[in-house]
């Protein structure tokens, strides 16, 4: 059964940074596309990033571009979201998840993680 799990959540002013991590177990890491999504309270998952198993190719939403990095280390069956200049309107909790296909569709996605709170405050 493939697990994965997020973790790096948290609490941080706005400006502030913070990394997630999310790790995979259960399942083979490679060839899956890797995803992380966010959800507000009462609201859809909204895309964030996504990137190939290979690490060669990367889709950011408008709304992070440029603000926020997303990486994966095969080695470590791990995919990170790094997360800078943050806004309240980051304010989600971030989930990832795993995918066979690269894409930006929410039901693209076949394994998903519990997801982790991220708060930004003023």
């Known amino acids: 059964q493939v697990q994965l799990v997020e973790s790096g959540g948290g609490l941080v002013q706005s400006g502030g940074s913070l990394r997630l991590s999310c790790t995979t177990s259960?399942?083979?890491?490679?060839?899956?596309?890797m995803g992380w999504f966010r959800q507000e309270s009462g609201k859809g998952r909204e895309f964030v990033a996504a990137?190939?198993?290979?690490?060669?190719?990367?889709y950011y939403a408008d709304a992070v571009k440029g603000r926020f990095t997303i990486s994966r280390d095969n080695t470590k069956n791990t995919v990170y979201l790094q997360m800078n200049s943050l806004k309240r309107e980051d304010t989600a909790v971030y989930l990832c998840?795993?995918?066979?296909?690269?894409?930006?569709?929410?039901?693209?996605?076949?394994?998903w993680g519990q997801g982790t709170q991220v708060t930004v405050s003023s």
């Open positions: 990137i190939k198993w290979s690490g060669d190719s990367i």
């Open positions: 998840a795993s995918s066979y296909t690269f894409s930006t569709s929410s039901s693209d996605y076949t394994y």
């Open positions: 259960g399942g083979t890491f490679s060839p899956y596309s």
